[in-house]
């Protein structure tokens, strides 16, 4: 039961422009989605979060939308940067009863091109 | 800023062999997690640690054993290892009160030859 998924593995996107990455979730019990950037031979990077009781959070250029009735979130990156090229993870917290845990999209490669 | 640290970052052992990795969380970070990522695969949640206790387990092998010391640095034992074994294994941290931000250290490359 994939309960988070990425449905576009990749993105590829003009500098400049905006990139828009989705993910969609099946289990409503959760408190927290979180963004990470990976950049290949790296650990994952916090990027941002979003608690259930909000619909939008932004920080800088990074900006994650929550729509609770689609089962469906998604970041928004404006402008992008070539350096921002990387696979972004969404991921879901589980309850507080369910443990602080993590469970991973399978991830969307971005590529922004120059 | 520190961030978290992983020892060692590549480890090459032969099956049937044990291996330990290491974990050194970000100062003051109470709860440590251990997740592995196969190839082409998302990260998976094995096992997280609390204040030393252990606070939640995933689908961690019964081959595998971790535990949290007092300085809050965390081992991850590996014993009788398999070719499927290998992967990145990354070790994360956070505050008990900021549990939504996770921190993620570089990885631990685990090869079984």
């Known amino acids: 039961d994939q309960q988070v998924k990425q449905n576009s593995p990749s993105l590829s996107v003009q500098e400049g422009r905006i990139s828009i990455l989705n993910c969609d979730y099946t289990n409503s019990m959760f408190d927290y989605f979180l963004w990470y950037k990976k950049y290949p031979a790296e650990g994952p990077t916090f990027l941002i979060s979003i608690s259930s009781i909000k619909d939008k959070n932004e920080d800088g250029r990074f900006t994650v939308f929550l729509n609770k009735s689609a089962k469906h979130l998604s970041l928004h990156i404006v402008p992008s940067q070539p350096g921002d090229s990387a696979v972004y993870f969404c991921a879901k917290r589980g309850a507080k009863a369910a443990g602080n845990k993590l469970t991973f999209g399978g991830g969307t490669r971005v590529l922004v091109k120059p | 800023a520190a961030g978290v640290i992983q020892s060692p970052r590549h480890l090459i052992k032969e099956k049937r062999e044990t291996a330990t990795l290491k974990c050194y969380p970000i100062p003051r970070h109470d709860t440590v997690y251990w997740y592995q990522q196969g190839p082409g695969q998302d990260p998976q949640f094995l096992i997280s640690?609390?204040?030393?206790?252990?606070?939640d387990k995933g689908s961690i092998p019964d081959r595998f054993s971790a535990q949290q010391f007092s300085d809050y640095h965390s081992e991850l034992n590996m014993s009788s290892l398999e070719l499927g074994d290998s992967a990145l294994y990354f070790c994360?941290?956070?505050?008990?009160?900021?549990?939504?931000?996770?921190?993620f250290g570089p990885g631990t490359r685990l090869t079984v030859t």
């Open positions: 640690f609390y204040e030393k206790m252990q606070s």
């Open positions: 994360a941290s956070s505050l008990e009160g900021r549990f939504y931000e996770q921190y």
